[in-house]
């Protein structure tokens, strides 16, 4: 068995190289589930499950809500998104007050799938 240290070798290194990624991987899809809930709880009652501006808390607002499935909104960097969140018109909520920096960023990640279409984004 003289390849036996090779296989070994070239497992631990494998195994390296997942645990390189798998963190990563599972750090995003855990933003993203945790955006959802800041999202259903603070934003679909006016922004609508899907994101389209149809939210039942909206229907009689002068201004509808923003699509935030319009492709086009997706084009700003994740800095600018929290801007535009953040410093809203109202009726939007004073979310500057209400959202922790890394629920920002959470919030964002799970805006970004509401928007269907892949589109690049501005850095
Ligand atoms: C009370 C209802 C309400 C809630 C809750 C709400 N929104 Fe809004 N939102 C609106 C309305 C209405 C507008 C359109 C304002 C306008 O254009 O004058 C808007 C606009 C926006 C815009 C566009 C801002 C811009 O720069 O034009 C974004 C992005 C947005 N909302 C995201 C969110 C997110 C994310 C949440 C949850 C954290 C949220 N909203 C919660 C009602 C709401």
Not at 39 to 64: K, S, V
Request: glycine share 8%.
């Amino acid at each position: 068995m003289k390849s036996a240290p090779v296989v070994w070798a070239a497992m631990a290194a494998a195994g390296i190289v997942c645990l390189g990624f798998l963190p990563k991987e599972s750090r995003a899809e855990e933003q993203r589930s945790q955006g959802k809930e800041i999202y259903l709880a603070q934003c679909a009652m006016c922004h609508g499950e899907n994101g389209r501006g149809d939210g039942r808390a909206a229907l009689d607002f002068r201004t509808r809500p923003t699509d935030l499935t319009d492709p086009e909104l997706m084009t700003d960097s994740d800095g600018t998104l929290i801007r535009r969140i953040l410093h809203a018109p109202r009726p939007m909520p004073k979310f500057k007050d209400l959202l922790e920096e890394t629920e920002r960023h959470e919030l964002v990640t799970y805006l970004r799938t509401l928007s269907k279409t892949q589109v690049g984004v501005r850095r």
